[in-house]
């Protein structure tokens, strides 16, 4: 049986969730009892924020490439980053890392080809919304993106690391967050929504909203996790 590696922490609640999604749905195609072999590597969120805010690039990639490598060391035969922002240095991180990565951006665009979208709003923290790594890969699929305006993005990122990550879900921040996701469909038009934090989905659980897709990061990199340890 294949092993697959995670870089956790990023944060732990949804890391938690990886966990037992990954179970749920290996144990749903593979009906004869076993469970997968999984290596979690539980790193520091604190640490890797900083380093992103500072703008160290540099530093980001050779601190979770060297995090990859313990898990390649340990037995794991591919990996994942469990979360999107350290997705801002994927290709860095995996021209080091002796397995490969299943991108989490490459995985959602995929579906978002399946679904037939062709403008998709993206929420994240700051990073990721104002980063590249998610239109560079989604415009290759001819897919335009949208993010909230500055306001909106302020917002989101303190409650994403300031309520989300520590895993404190309140109704008045719910309901905020839809009302950004209303504006962004009068005004921008999308027609589905990249839940581009793993810790997103805890809060917008829905599967559609007012017309549109809400694409679950978590679910779909755990559904190519699972298929990559299956084959």
Same mark, same amino acid.
Do not use: W
């Given at each position: ?99 490969? !990565?299943?991108? /989490? *951006?490459?995985?959602?665009?995929? &579906?978002?080809?399946?679904? @037939? #979208?062709?403008?998709? =709003? ?54 905020? !967050?839809?009302? /950004? *996701?209303?504006?962004?469909?009068? &005004?921008?038009?999308?027609? @589905? #929504?990249?839940?581009? =934090? ?34």
């Amino acid at each position: 049986m294949k092993t697959i590696g995670i870089i956790g922490g990023i944060g732990p609640e949804s890391t938690i969730v990886y966990y037992r999604s990954i179970i749920a749905a290996y144990r749903e195609l593979k009906r004869d009892g076993s469970y997968p072999s999984i290596l979690i590597n539980n790193i520091d969120l604190t640490k890797m924020l900083g380093l992103i805010g500072a703008n160290q690039l540099t530093e980001v990639a050779e601190y979770l490439a060297d995090e990859v490598k313990k898990l390649a060391h340990a037995g794991a035969d591919f990996g994942l980053l469990a979360a999107n922002t350290p997705h801002i240095v994927f290709d860095e991180i995996q021209r080091q890392s002796p397995i490969r !990565l299943i991108s /989490i *951006v490459e995985a959602t665009c995929k &579906e978002a080809v399946r679904l @037939g #979208l062709k403008k998709v =709003g993206l929420l994240g923290i700051r990073f990721t919304m104002q980063g590249r790594f998610y239109p560079d890969v989604f415009s290759k699929a001819g897919i335009e993106l949208s993010v909230p305006g500055t306001e909106d993005q302020n917002y989101i990122h303190d409650k994403y690391l300031n309520e989300l990550v520590p895993g404190i879900l309140l109704p008045e921040t719910r309901e905020h !967050l839809l009302g /950004i *996701v209303d504006r962004m469909i009068s &005004e921008n038009g999308i027609e @589905g #929504l990249i839940l581009g =934090g793993t810790e997103l989905p805890l809060i917008l659980k829905d599967s559609h909203y007012h017309g549109i897709s809400f694409l679950d990061t978590t679910q779909i990199h755990v559904k190519q996790a699972v298929a990559e340890l299956l084959s």
